[in-house]
């Protein structure tokens, strides 16, 4: 397939590639449990004047994967929706559906999960219903989220950019280069319009960063666009790669030390989108990247891909529960010992009931996505059949 002379086609995804980032995401998950475990083992370990080593900072940058997370989203989000483009069955309740099938049912199980961290909780007071409709329609980000559950922020971020993903692909023409450039401006022009307000006084929201963000997703439909570049060769390849580990190095840095002097949120959200730039290039030299597609490898990377999501949603409330024994039952537990039971508390439930609920629900999905499309007027044999009737 020539792809410049179809400029709404996609390639395919080798499995090795497929796998490297299957590891990726569960590694990116990971490096999101770590973070949280260290603040909770900071809180309950540690005095409450405690002031963190820069080594430890080092190790607890949660939002840095966040952003690998929303990269990774653009980019596969991207990939789907322009294969659907270039077979002719795009459609936008379709893909709507596809969307809210795929990020509901875990992130509703994980907010159960929530509110029974919240019931074994040696300090709750009245149940914070208001936070948990929020939360249930996936508003958290907007307003405040249920407790135990505040890393699901980045789910209200992802399904906002789900939401504007079909507007950018009309402005652009359903071509690649067009919608990200479309995508682009959306966010852009919405973070510059927003940050002024905010900077001058004449908007009072701590909203804003979602229409910035949506930068970092948009980096990810730039990396498929990238990707499907045949023109750029093995060697352009390389570069980008060292160009990419050299902003990523650079980024995680500067995170790290605005962390640390506590910096304006605008220097932490331009450096997410720095970042964000460099795991897009990332995404480019995986194109060709040698990953085994058998044996032990391909196994432990096809489990990190099932385990990132359980995990990324799980954790908060294996983490609350693991907090209320230990301050119900007055456990002795040095700050390290916390930082490892929390983080294999987590690994083992979401690797084992998480692994096996998102294969089952991948599978249902499926299933409803097959009686989706064949209920849908565009469907061609639904559609000969309504002719002739």
């Known amino acids: 397939m020539n ?14 590639t497929v ?17 949280h475990s260290w603040d909770l083992g900071v809180g309950l370990g540690e005095s409450d ?27 596969c989000i991207a990939l789907s929706v322009f294969r659907s483009i270039s077979k002719e069955t795009y459609q936008v309740r379709d893909y709507l559906f596809a ?3 795929r990020i509901y049912p875990l992130f509703l199980i994980g907010l159960g999960l929530a509110v029974l961290a919240w019931f074994c909780s040696p300090d709750k007071q009245n149940f914070p219903g208001m936070a ?19 890393a699901s922020w980045s789910i209200t971020n992802e399904f906002v950019y789900y939401l504007v993903f079909p507007l950018a692909i009309a402005l652009g023409g359903k071509r690649l280069f067009g919608t990200t450039l479309a ?29 910035a963000l949506g930068i970092t997703w948009c980096c990810g439909v730039f990396g498929l666009w990238l990707f499907c570049q045949e023109r750029i ?10 160009v990419g580990l050299a902003i990523l190095t650079a980024s995680f840095c500067l995170r790290t030390y605005f962390h640390y002097v506590e910096v304006r949120e605008m220097l932490m959200i331009a450096n997410s989108i720095f970042a964000s730039l460099g795991f897009a290039l990332m995404l480019l030299w995986m194109r060709n990247v040698r990953f085994p597609t058998t044996g032990f490898w391909a196994r432990l990377a096809t489990w990190m891909g099932l385990l990132s999501y359980p995990l ?26 916390i930082v490892a039971l929390a983080v294999v508390l987590s690994l083992v439930f979401a690797g084992t009931l998480g692994v096996a609920l998102e294969k089952f629900f991948l599978g249902m999905r499926k299933q409803w996505m097959g009686r989706a499309k064949s209920s849908s007027p565009s469907n061609p044999a639904r559609a000969a059949t309504m002719v002739k009737s």
Not at 188 to 203: C, D, E, F, M, P
Request: charged share 15%.
């Open 3 to 16: 792809l410049q002379l179809n400029p709404t086609a996609v390639p395919s995804v080798a499995r090795p």
């Open 132 to 150: 948990f409709l929020q939360t249930v329609f996936n508003l958290q980000n907007f307003f405040e989220a249920f407790p135990y559950y505040e």
């Open 19 to 35: 796998l490297a980032i299957d590891l990726i995401r569960g590694l990116f998950a990971i490096g999101v449990l770590l973070a």
């Open 99 to 101: 969307r809210t099938t």
């Open 233 to 242: 060769g093995r060697s352009e390849e390389r570069v980008a790669a060292v």
């Open 49 to 75: 004047d405690y002031q963190r080593s820069w080594w430890e900072l080092i190790i607890t940058p949660g939002t840095f994967w966040v952003t690998g997370f929303f990269v990774l989203s653009g980019f």
């Open 183 to 211: 995508c682009l401006a959306l966010y852009g022009i919405a973070s510059v319009v927003l940050v002024g307000l905010v900077a001058t006084n004449k908007l009072t929201t701590d909203n804003w960063p979602i229409a």
């Open 312 to 337: 990324y949603l799980f954790h908060g409330a294996v983490l609350g529960l693991l907090a209320g024994a230990i301050i119900r039952f007055d456990l002795d537990i040095s700050r390290a010992g």
